[in-house]
């Protein structure tokens, strides 16, 4: 049993990726490589609010994308 937490957990479907943080969930195209949902996790426990264009959350994007894709 690993104690280490997880950083990111990854689904796939269809061919969209899903990578949950935990605070966010960041929604991803597989064959163009594109986030195409950003959620809150906190703030919209739903999944209702799509931030993926908020430039708010860039910095989201741009690291969970780093992390994914490394």
């Not at 935990?22 to 195409?36: I, M, N, R, S, Y």
């Not at 910095?59 to 994308?65: G, K, L, R, S, Y």
């Amino acid at each position: 049993d690993d104690p280490t937490p997880r950083v990111v957990s990854i689904s796939e479907n269809w061919g969209f990726g899903s990578f949950d943080t935990g605070a966010h969930k960041l929604v991803v195209d597989e064959d163009a490589l594109v986030p195409c949902a950003l959620f809150d996790r906190a703030t919209d426990p739903a999944e209702d609010v799509n931030l993926v264009a908020d430039p708010a959350y860039a910095a989201v994007i741009d690291e969970i994308m780093a992390r994914a894709m490394a």
